[in-house]
């Protein structure tokens, strides 16, 4: 029994899969589930059993349809700024969670939901899964950070099409502009996202942290200062006893067997 009202959750062989459950509004993204996204997301935080995160939709047809629109229709200014804040919070703990996060795009994924797979580190989607930032039609920007991290993943010009036209693209289209990295069918998505969360989980967990927070801390300041943190987390990484692993393992012609967590 999930402790979540509208998300499941399971570990399986240090993979951690969360599932956004609420299937008849086709996921979209209410207050209650916001909460315990940033619930969930905090206690996994320094849950060293779980070594990356794969993040799904319930059902056949949706990953994140959005913002729950019921919810948000009579919000005033300042309800729409603080809902958008709260939930831009929880969007960036999961950006930042120490561990890699897969986005497994079932279905849809529009508006927030949208925003919420960008704020996973890769995304692979299902033939069937369709992605777009629809809120001009309903008179407001994305909220969850669609206008910031949209540009920073497709380029400025594909960006503002897709949030100036409001338009929904197919996995095909979301591939070729490298909004999702790799496209397989409905029926292959979970075993996709599980060998690739598999490869990560063999690799040097500290080095993949390192690797993470490098690309999430140098893409937002310039090249200098971000080759400057690379250079200071590359040197720490030669005081773990993994790098010692990995290196006698290439010597050695034998594969390494990873402890740091
Ligand atoms: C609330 C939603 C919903 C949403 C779907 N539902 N999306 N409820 N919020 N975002 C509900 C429907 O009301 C319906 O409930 C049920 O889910 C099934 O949806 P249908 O529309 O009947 O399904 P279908 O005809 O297949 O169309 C699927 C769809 C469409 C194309 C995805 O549902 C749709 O356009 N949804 C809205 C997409 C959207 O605009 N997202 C952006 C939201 S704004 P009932 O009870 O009738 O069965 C946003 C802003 C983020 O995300 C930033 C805020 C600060």
Request: glycine residues 10%; proline residues 3%; contains cysteine.
């Amino acid at each position: 029994m999930s402790e979540y009202a509208n998300l499941l959750f399971e570990v399986e062989q240090g993979i951690g899969v969360v599932s956004i459950n609420r299937p008849k509004a086709l996921n979209a993204l209410n207050g209650a589930t916001i909460h315990e996204l940033d619930d969930l997301f905090t206690k996994l935080a320094t849950d060293s059993s779980v070594k990356v995160v794969i993040l799904t939709g319930s059902g056949e047809k949706s990953f994140v349809a959005g913002a729950d629109i019921t919810e948000m229709q009579n919000m005033s200014a300042m309800e729409g700024r603080n809902w958008g804040k709260v939930a831009q919070a929880v969007f960036n703990k999961i950006e930042n969670l120490p561990q890699p996060v897969i986005a497994a795009v079932n279905g849809y994924a529009l508006g927030g939901g949208c925003e919420l797979a960008m704020a996973c580190d890769i995304r692979i989607a299902s033939e069937q899964a369709k992605f777009g930032q629809p809120e001009v039609s309903l008179g407001i920007p994305p909220g969850f950070g669609g206008t910031q991290r949209l540009p920073r993943l497709v380029g400025k010009g594909r960006a503002k099409e897709l949030l100036f036209c409001g338009d929904m693209i197919d996995a095909a289209e979301a591939y070729r502009i490298g909004l999702v990295n790799q496209v397989v069918g409905a029926e292959e998505l979970m075993n996709a996202a599980k060998a690739m969360a598999g490869k990560i989980i063999t690799r040097a967990p500290l080095a993949v942290k390192v690797c993470k927070a490098a690309v999430n801390e140098g893409l937002d300041i310039d090249l200098e200062s971000g080759m400057a943190y690379e250079a200071e987390v590359f040197g720490l990484c030669f005081a773990t006893e993994d790098q010692k692993v990995g290196m006698r393992a290439f010597v050695e012609k034998r594969k390494p067997n990873f402890c740091e967590k």
